[in-house]
């Protein structure tokens, strides 16, 4: 056996080293896990889906092996971004997974799975259980299951569409850099027949990632989306992950735009037109966010930082939409699930209304400066997260996801990474200075 269910099985996905952790063996055990999992009444079906990585279509048809040995359908929907899968899966009323291991680079691979109706599946909410039938081994079913082939594009263009007036669209030039990943397919697939010129970055579906990983997330991927806005004067830059469930801007003069100023951007232009609803944002999100939810006459609920938590604290509330620093954005009407290519519609609607550049529909958003999150490593987390407590007393602490403390101008969370000894920590305060000498504060203390 190759396969390192240890390994492989993390939080809120399943994602490894596709031969020395993760293999075809793997994958059908993991898929009839999946099968018996999600075998309730009224689930006849399970829908798999992958992206471009090169390993992925003999992991699917691996995993659908397993599916199918254990008496299930399969809808096959072939290549998929991975809102593409929870459309399918909220439109359909059908668990599914899709193969992908999202930023990592070449060589990775991985499972997202969901329930029916694209309900999220983590280690609280059945990774646990399915990592343990697929160690204990098959247990077939009398009748195998058949598999089909599904086309969800168009169904989930249309989907996509729905979350902005068209008419109201103006012409934009638009940088979008897909990396080589998913964006390749569902980007010009939604931009089709609108009012912008896209200026499309390495659209081919490539997973070995020839020009620059699938990692938005860190600045020297986003090199080349900023020198192209710079040289074709574009209005705004879009750079996608690799299964295209993430999206980063930058301005027409190539300044990035933080996830929680995006989240910011967004909530305003959803509660114009839904006034008085929920937003959901993670607690390591600016706390402009709030502020700008409160602003427009909406009520802001903090939860953990995590998607499963995002979609359980929206359907606990009703929330319109929740955000995350990270670039993940769900919509109520969207399964509660995340898609990059919603938000993107969202911002170049927004960007339509206002009639002036990005920088200055940011402007009065970014009102204090951030650290980012920085990770140190550290033998014992929680020994850490309590000395660092003890030493602010007079300030409002909570426990929620890690340590928070707010200390009226300046605040910041501690919180140890799910996977690594380590501690992440995340400081806001009113400038770039006093954000270097509170980081430098609450460091010391963690050494």
Request: proline letters at 6%; aromatic letters at 6%.
């Amino acid at each position: 056996m190759t396969t390192d269910y240890n390994a492989i099985f993390k939080a809120y996905d399943i994602r490894g080293t596709v031969g020395d952790q993760l293999d075809a063996d793997g994958a059908r055990a993991i898929g009839g896990a999946f099968a018996r999992f999600v075998a309730v009444p009224g689930i006849s079906a399970v829908l798999v889906g992958r992206d471009m990585r090169p390993e992925g279509e003999e992991l699917a048809a691996a995993f659908s092996d397993g599916v199918m040995d254990h008496g299930l359908d399969v809808v096959d929907v072939g290549l998929c971004a991975t809102d593409m899968l929870y459309y399918a899966s909220g439109s359909l009323g059908l668990p599914g997974a899709v193969f992908t291991a999202s930023h990592n680079p070449a060589g990775y691979n991985g499972i997202k799975m969901c329930g029916p109706g694209a309900a999220p599946i983590s280690s609280d909410t059945g990774l646990v259980a399915i990592k343990a039938m697929a160690v204990a081994g098959p247990d077939p079913a009398p009748i195998r299951g058949d598999r089909t082939r599904r086309d969800v594009l168009d169904g989930y263009v249309t989907h996509v569409r729905s979350f902005v007036n068209l008419d109201s669209l103006v012409p934009l030039r638009v940088v979008a850099d897909t990396a080589n990943g998913m964006g390749g397919l569902v980007v010009p697939a939604v931009f089709d027949g609108l009012p912008f010129v896209l200026d499309h970055l390495f659209p081919e579906l490539d997973g070995t990632f020839p020009n620059h990983p699938a990692d938005p997330l860190r600045p020297e991927n986003q090199r080349d989306l900023r020198n192209r806005v710079l040289a074709t004067g574009a209005d705004v830059g879009m750079a996608f992950d690799g299964d295209a469930d993430r999206m980063f801007l930058v301005d027409e003069n190539a300044r990035p735009v933080s996830g929680s100023l995006t989240t910011a951007i967004i909530a305003r232009s959803i509660l114009e037109r839904d006034p008085g609803a929920v937003v959901i944002h993670n607690l390591i999100c600016s706390r402009a966010v709030p502020e700008v939810i409160a602003e427009g006459g909406g009520t802001a609920v903090r939860t953990r930082v995590g998607h499963s938590f995002i979609k359980q604290a929206m359907a606990e509330t009703g929330a319109v939409f929740g955000g995350e620093h990270s670039g993940h954005y769900y919509f109520r009407d969207n399964y509660r699930a995340d898609s990059g290519l919603i938000a993107a519609l969202v911002v170049l609607e927004a960007l339509s209304h206002h009639r002036a550049g990005l920088s200055d529909l940011v402007s009065g958003l970014e009102r204090y400066a951030a650290s980012g999150e920085l990770n140190t490593a550290v033998e014992d987390a929680p020994a850490v997260i309590q000395r660092v407590a003890a030493a602010y007393p007079d300030a409002i602490q909570d426990r929620l996801d890690g340590l928070t403390v707010n200390m009226g101008d300046w605040w910041f969370n501690l919180r140890p990474s799910n996977t690594e000894p380590l501690l992440r920590l995340n400081l806001e305060a009113s400038t770039p200075e006093e954000v270097q000498h509170r980081v430098a504060e609450v460091q010391a203390l963690m050494t």
